[in-house]
């Protein structure tokens, strides 16, 4: 993609938008982080062909069916399978150990958008043999993109890569045993689905659902201010059992956050952090 | 901030690709750099999430280096590296933030990202630097600069290890001056020096 033009986009043009946005259709942006918002608003009118702010204001106005693609376009929908594959080595080494000896395991994936972590975690615990008695909540905002969760289909081209990083998290099976081939897709055994619940849930205004030994959330939160990350941040304090693992993205972090002094971070420089209380 | 109000240059931002590392150490192992302003590096490498672009330039001066986290605070006097595999914007004048979104020019960290995110917030307190590569990326960020008021050097093409990047940009009259990476150090020390105001 080519690059897009912020100077499109005034900053009250956009508090205008997003009050728009708000009211009419209850998605509330106006604490996401302005820089990532104003490139992604400037290249929706960019790949969309609207000239000026005022074409896509009308077009959001009077289209009620460009909304869905405007919330897809503003929320960032790229994952990965094992992404960080030593983030997930810690998990597979260090913390599942200490989830085994819990009777029942509940997994939080939050902002989880297609998937792709949701999988690898049940593989972790599939291979753990822990995955009958844990179940793993998978929540995104964007209901179109959990639903290729249910489904467990994934584009082929990546498989490659994910089972690169599957070999890196410490993984010793063959990757290519957890789907099935068909032309330029994969897709994944129903077994690892077996214990996911899925739903949509607005980490903006969605309170907690439950308690949790483990909640993953990886960049995610690189796209709220500040206030809103505090915000998302004391949620999950709320739904955190004591002891209990938060995960976050490699280059995202809690200290100068409200919550910080809760939390201990793991001792290998990655972003796990555990709720001490 | 009495003492940012007369500093004219805030920021200086280097991008490269191919061929631009032997230039990012060269100057950054320039002394007497100026303390007074940020500089911001963007390199496109290999996904790679290990620091040895951090640590090599760490070696050669005594400038903290730091690979950016999300909403780091931007401090006078450091050095700031793109982290791999995200992109680097500028949230306001002092804090950055980072975007894993779609990559630009085939890259993430993309150099027009930052470019453009640093021309919008810091206007013409930027120096913006572009060296050799491969790739378009990095143009139309560095004319964004330019047009913004800021100071913009390119890499003389010539004399580049691969000279596309900096033609590019020269192409889009990005370019306020071309040199050779051997002058690029003294260049910052001049336009600093006599740029208070």
Redesign the interface.
């Known amino acids: ?4 033009d ?2 499109l986009l005034r900053d009250e043009d956009l508090e205008l938008l997003l009050n728009e946005i708000f009211i009419s259709h209850g998605y509330d942006f106006t604490n996401y ?4 918002l104003k ?2 608003i400037t290249r929706i009118m960019v790949i969309d062909r609207l000239p000026s702010f005022a074409e896509l204001y009308y077009r959001v106005k009077s289209d009620e069916n460009y909304i869905p693609h405007i919330i897809r376009q503003l929320t ?1 929908n ?1 994952t990965e399978m094992f992404r ?1 594959p ?1 983030t997930f080595k810690v998990l597979r080494e260090e913390v599942l150990p200490v989830l085994a000896t819990h009777p029942f395991i509940r997994i939080w994936h939050a902002g989880c958008s297609t998937g792709e972590e949701v999988y690898s975690m049940a593989i972790l615990l599939e291979e753990a043999n822990l995955l009958h008695k844990a179940l793993i909540y998978a929540t995104d905002i964007n209901a179109h993109v959990i639903e290729n969760i249910k489904r467990g289909i994934f584009p082929m081209q990546h498989m490659k890569n994910y089972s690169e990083n599957y070999i890196l998290s410490g993984g010793r099976r063959d990757f290519s045993k957890y789907y099935t081939a068909k032309y330029e897709w994969a897709k994944f055994d129903d077994k690892l689905k077996e214990r996911m619940i899925v739903a949509t849930h607005n980490l903006v205004s969605d309170r907690s659902f439950n308690e949790f030994q483990l909640i993953c959330c990886r ?1 995610v ?3 709220f ?2 206030e809103l ?1 505090d915000k998302v941040l004391t949620l999950f304090d709320d739904s955190l059992d004591k002891l209990g693992f938060l995960v976050l ?5 809690i200290r ?1 956050t409200s919550v910080a002094s809760n939390y201990r971070q793991m001792e290998n420089k990655e972003k796990i952090w555990r709720k001490m209380r | 901030m009495e003492e940012n109000a007369i500093i004219r240059f805030k920021i200086i931002a280097i991008g490269g690709s191919a061929g631009s590392l032997d230039t990012v150490l060269r100057i950054f192992q320039t002394p007497d750099l100026p303390v007074s302003s940020s500089y911001v590096v963007v390199i496109h490498r290999k996904n790679d ?1 290990s620091s040895i672009l951090s640590e090599l330039i760490s070696a050669r001066t005594y400038l903290p280096v730091k ?5 780091e605070p931007i401090s006078p006097g450091t050095i700031y590296i793109a ?1 791999s595999d ?1 992109h680097l ?4 004048e002092k804090t950055f ?9 085939h890259s993430r960290p993309s150099i ?2 930052t470019f ?2 640093l021309a ?2 810091f206007g013409d307190a930027v120096i913006g630097i572009l060296l050799s590569g491969a790739n378009a990326d990095g143009a ?2 560095l004319r964004k600069i330019r047009d913004a008021g800021g100071y913009t050097i390119v890499q003389n093409p010539a004399t580049s290890e691969v000279g596309y990047m900096p033609q590019q940009a020269i192409n889009l009259k990005a370019a306020v001056e071309v040199t050779d990476a051997t002058i690029i150090p003294d260049t910052i020390l001049r336009l600093t020096l006599n740029a208070e105001r």
């Open positions: 993609m080519k690059g897009t912020l100077a982080a302005r820089a990532s490139r992604r960032v790229v960080d030593h960049n939160l690189i796209y201010d500040k990350q993205g490699s280059k995202e972090n100068f | 999430p690979e950016v986290e999300d909403k982290p995200y914007l500028i949230e306001d933030s980072l975007d894993s979104s779609e990559k630009v020019h027009d990202v453009e995110s919008e917030i139309e960020g």
